[in-house]
């Protein structure tokens, strides 16, 4: 189980009053310090948080590998060729919405035919890809055709769960990440996974890989980056020992 920690959050706090503080690049170094194994950037189309310079600067610094979110447009995807980070995860986006709200849409083949192309120039130059997805299995068995090394789960619906529905979108999640295996590809997951809900995801045996932003800068504010971090690497740890 790896823990990939996503910064925008430091990111989205500088650009609230438009400085240079707090610096993301800087948080991705505690990060590290604290445990997380990869660090994981999202760069928007309309740059609310991350900065072209931010990808500059990680690419040069940092000492984990770097998973980069991005739409599957043509912009986009020029800009990830020539940073050549170690992942791509291929991401819906709205310009209106807060954050992420659910997997991509792959039921048209018109919705497909954009992605099949940024994932050729992608793997064309090296990069690993990976798209977020609902925990559905349409969505994964399309993903396997595609040809993507791993797919990340939408954690959300099980996120703003409780009771027998959470205990029934854990089943959802656990049937996707053994299915996902199955078809060949990388289980991935993440969105809205706290210190209080991470355990029973991180015990799913299929999943390698957590993204976590919010809960961990949100830590972060009492505690501190590398602390946060580490307590949530701990109870991955705890879930998944070697």
């Known amino acids: 189980m790896r823990l990939y920690v996503n910064i925008d959050h430091i990111a989205t706090v500088r650009q609230a009053r438009m400085t240079d503080e707090p610096d993301p690049v800087?948080?991705?170094v505690l990060a590290e310090l604290g445990g997380a194994d990869g660090l994981t950037v999202h760069l928007r189309e309309d740059r609310r948080h991350i900065q072209?310079?931010?990808?500059?600067?990680?690419?040069?610094t940092a000492r984990t590998p770097i998973n980069l979110e991005v739409a599957a447009s043509e912009d986009m995807i020029t800009l990830a060729c020539a940073w050549r980070p170690a992942q791509v995860t291929l991401v819906p986006e709205k310009r209106e919405?807060?954050?992420?709200?659910?997997g991509l849409?792959?039921?048209a083949e018109s919705q497909r035919g954009p992605l099949a192309e940024a994932i050729h120039r992608l793997q064309d130059v090296g990069i690993r890809t990976s798209l977020f997805i609902d925990p559905d299995e349409a969505a994964i068995h399309v993903s396997a055709d595609l040809g993507v090394e791993a797919v990340e789960l939408h954690t959300g619906e099980f996120a703003n769960t409780a009771g027998a529905a959470r205990v029934a979108q854990l089943a959802r999640l656990a049937d996707a990440a053994a299915l996902a295996r199955s078809c060949g590809l990388a289980a991935h997951a993440g969105h809205g996974l706290t210190y209080q809900n991470v355990a029973p995801v991180a015990a799913i045996p299929e999943l390698e890989e957590l993204n976590i932003g919010h809960s961990i800068i949100s830590r972060a504010v009492f505690v501190g980056l590398e602390r946060a971090v580490s307590e949530m690497a701990h109870i991955l740890r705890r879930e998944r020992p070697s």
């Open 97 to 102: 919405e807060v954050t992420t709200e659910g």
């Open 52 to 60: 072209d310079r931010d990808v500059d600067l990680l690419m040069e």
């Open 26 to 28: 800087r948080a991705a």
């Open 105 to 107: 849409a792959l039921g």
